[in-house]
T-cell receptor
Framework: DVKVTQSSRYLVKRTGEKVFLECVQDMDHENMFWYRQDPGLGLRLIYFSYDVKMKEKGDIPEGYSVSREKKERFSLILESASTNQTSMYLC???????????FGAGTRLSVL | AQSVTQPDIHITVSEGASLELRCNYSYGATPYLFWYVQSPGQGLQLLLKYFSGDTLVQGIKGFEAEFKRSQSSFNLRKPSVHWSDAAEYFCAVGAGTASKLTFGTGTRLQVTL
């Protein structure tokens, strides 16, 4: 089975803090994604990466950055957390040729 | 631009009743269509997918979906709902090899006993 692991299920941070959300997949997938999920808005793509050190902006990249130094790990970075970044964050990975995404359990982030 | 509409925000059905969740999409080419389910506090699990071929696709947990090109729809069905099916359901559209999936806003299913 594909396993996508997000390091934290719940996080509470203060406004202005730098926040790192970590995601690791164990299936050697080329593609990895970060989404945020908000009630009534569904999933919105923040960033994705199709290879090590490669990244592309999704639909809502403002206020976020990402890092992919190793194939199995994709990090989402909030440089200066704000209250409007309180949300559920979902990581996903996808093997190269097949457009099926596998999701982690999510990190619920609260910014106070 | 691709888009997905799930017109029902919240649906309540009785256990044992049939279920249909609606999904309409807008996509310029041949779509690849997906249904995912999210149980409370969990990530998304793939229920089924349509890439090509038979327009009626079977998935896990007894779910099926039918692709209707003329109606731009990909509705999810289950003949008899179980209490454990209570969850949020997301429809998504993408291309075969492109990276992005576009998700609908989800339908929350409540099952009464």
């Amino acid at each position: 089975d594909v396993k996508v692991t997000q390091s934290s299920r719940y996080l509470v941070k203060r406004t202005g803090e730098k926040v790192f959300l970590e995601c690791v997949q164990d299936m050697d997938h080329e593609n990895m994604f970060w989404y945020r999920q908000d009630p009534g808005l569904g999933l919105r793509l923040i960033y994705f990466s199709y290879d090590v050190k490669m990244k592309e902006k999704g639909d809502i990249p403002e206020g976020y950055s990402v890092s992919r130094e190793k194939k199995e790990r994709f990090s989402l970075i909030l440089e200066s957390a704000s209250t409007n970044q309180t949300s559920m964050y979902l990581c996903a990975s996808r093997p190269g040729p097949v457009n099926i995404q596998y999701f982690g359990a999510g990190t619920r982030l609260s910014v106070l | 631009a691709q888009s997905v509409t799930q017109p029902d925000i919240h649906i309540t059905v009785s256990e044992g009743a049939s279920l249909e969740l609606r999904c309409n999409y807008s996509y310029g080419a041949t779509p690849y269509l997906f249904w995912y389910v999210q149980s409370p506090g969990q990530g998304l699990q793939l229920l089924l997918k349509y890439f090509s071929g038979d327009t009626l696709v079977q998935g896990i947990k007894g779910f099926e979906a039918e692709f209707k090109r003329s109606q731009s729809s990909f509705n999810l069905r289950k003949p008899s709902v179980h209490w454990s099916d209570a969850a949020e359901y997301f429809c998504a559209v993408g291309a075969g090899t492109a990276s992005k999936l576009t998700f609908g806003t989800g339908t929350r299913l409540q099952v009464t006993l």
